[in-house]
């Protein structure tokens, strides 16, 4: 009977967090998401020159989607657009993990 009452508690929280009952214990832990345009290699006297209208190329093309990093691991791809006025991203691609890339093989 006690852990009927025990059971019946977590379930609304997993529900309500959106995540599944299994992961419902982490579904509060803070992540930082950052979305990667580009890189580009520089030389500390072409930073130091940078100035205001300065252009700096990336190595990505234009079109090309972003990466979507969690804690500095690429999980997902995503364009570029805008939403009220604001920058925002849509996902096109989710990233398989390795550890589950090497379990399907």
């Known amino acids: 009977m006690e852990s009927e009452k025990l059971e019946g508690k977590h379930e609304p929280r997993a529900k309500a967090a959106g995540a599944a009952p299994g992961l419902a214990f982490v579904a509060d832990v803070p992540l930082r998401i950052t979305v990667q345009l580009g890189q580009a290699r520089m030389r500390v006297r072409d930073v130091l020159a940078l100035e205001r209208g300065s252009v700096v190329e990336l190595d990505r093309a234009v079109g090309e989607p972003a990466d ?4 500095g691991r690429v999980v997902a791809r995503a364009d570029l657009t805008v939403v009220d ?5 849509r996902i096109v691609e989710v990233v398989a993990a ?3 890339a090497a379990a399907d093989a």
């Not at 979507?68 to 804690?71: E, H, I, M």
């Not at 006025?85 to 991203?89: F, G, N, P, T, V």
Request: glycine residues 0%.
């Open 68 to 71: 979507v990093l969690v804690n």
């Open 85 to 89: 006025e604001r920058l925002a991203i």
């Open 98 to 100: 390795p550890a589950a």
